[in-house]
């Protein structure tokens, strides 16, 4: 079942990035998703079939503390 991605949504990913950190949020979506490193910053695209295959926890949208 396809993953309901949300930009704005973090996401870990099953490999570390080569910076360390294991966390994105995504920024676009797509036939690519976007997603930018919350560690370094750096931002990729990757196919979403292939992003779905690699993430292992899926935070909702950044929302104010309610
Ligand atoms: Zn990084």
Same mark, same amino acid.
């Given at each position: ?11 870990? !990913? ?23 490193? !919350?560690?370094?910053? +750096?931002?990729?695209?990757?196919? +979403?079939?292939? !992003?779905?295959? +690699? ?7 950044? !929302?104010?503390?309610?």
């Amino acid at each position: 079942m396809p993953q309901p991605l949300q930009i704005g949504q973090r996401v870990k !990913l099953r490999r570390p990035h080569a910076c360390g950190g294991d966390e994105w949020q995504i920024f676009r979506v797509g036939a690519d998703v976007g997603l930018r490193c !919350l560690t370094c910053g +750096r931002r990729l695209l990757l196919p +979403r079939g292939q !992003l779905e295959r +690699r993430i292992v926890a899926i935070s909702p949208p950044d !929302l104010p503390d309610a």
